[in-house]
Structure formats: C-alpha cells, structure tokens
C-alpha cells in the first residue's frame, strides 16, 4: 500500500465518524448541520485526489445535482426534510454513478429496518402536521448505506 492509499483510508475512516455523527444528531434531535454537510463534501473531494479518483468528479457532482433536484421535489412535498436533502445529495456525491445502485439498495434495506424498528417502538418516531404523520430520523439510514459502501470496496483507491 502507498502512502496515498493509507491516506485516502483515514479520510473514509473520518468520514465514516462524522456520518455516525450525523445519524446520532439526527436521532437525538431531528437535524443535520450544514456545516456537516459542507465538512462530507469537503471529504470527498480530498477523497477523490487521493484515492485516484478525481477524473470521475465531474459525474459525481452531475449524479448528486440531479439527486438534489429529485428530492426537492419531495422536500417540497413534506415528505423529507432539509437536512435529508442535504444529507443524500452529498452521499450520492460520494458514490457517483459507479456505486449508485448498491447505494440506493442498501438505503431501501436501512430505512426498512428503521421504519419497523419506529412501528414496533424501538426507536423513537415524530409526529408531525394535522393528521400526525409519523416521521423517523433518515440520517442513520444514509450514514448506514454509505459506510456499507465504503465498506463494500466500491469506491476503493484506484491509483
């Protein structure tokens, strides 16, 4: 191993913590940071120049644009909240259009789990508008799906 690839290893060893960070913050209090948010993006494009994959930057960024135009509209919709959007738009960034579809899978199958856990009162649910709908944290979920990723060796080190 290279020194760029040990390097590139801490930076997802970082970004795993501030995503485990981010799904506790969201559990505790129903907010995702933009700071966090900016502190991933940031992340990833240390990420790319180091693990060798900037050439693909540019069709990172186009995946997570087109994700965040998709989910304003449910956001518009009151169907997520800002921080979710902000949230998926900077992990679809991180998994590019390479990873994209074990990523989507693997957020299906996490907030599955949550909203069972949330409907058998394992964890806590929001209520929320007129006729109460009830609302989990998605932070988990996602922060889940992506370390799965970077777990997986999709986005391994490519130099």
């Not at 540019?58 to 518009?76: E, Q």
């Not at 900077?90 to 989507?104: H, K, M, R, T």
Request: hydrophobic residues 55%.
């Amino acid at each position: 191993m290279t020194n760029l690839t040990y390097s590139s290893n801490a930076v997802l060893a970082i970004t795993a913590t501030l995503l485990f960070y981010a799904a506790v913050s969201d559990l505790k209090h129903y907010q995702i940071r933009n700071e966090l948010v900016a502190v991933l993006g940031g992340l990833f494009l240390l990420y790319a120049l180091l693990s060798g994959r900037w050439p693909g930057i540019p069709w990172n960024v186009g995946l997570a644009l087109l994700m965040f135009a998709v989910m304003l509209y449910f956001y518009s919709q009151n169907l997520v909240g800002g921080g979710d959007v902000k949230l998926l738009t900077v992990a679809f960034l991180w998994v590019g259009i390479d990873c994209a579809l074990p990523f989507a899978i693997m957020l299906s199958l996490f907030a599955m789990i949550h909203a069972l856990a949330g409907k058998l009162g394992w964890v806590e649910v929001q209520r929320v508008g007129e006729d109460k709908r009830s609302r989990i944290a998605f932070a988990p979920s996602v922060a889940g799906a992506l370390i799965g990723i970077f777990m997986l060796g999709c986005l391994a080190p490519v130099n």
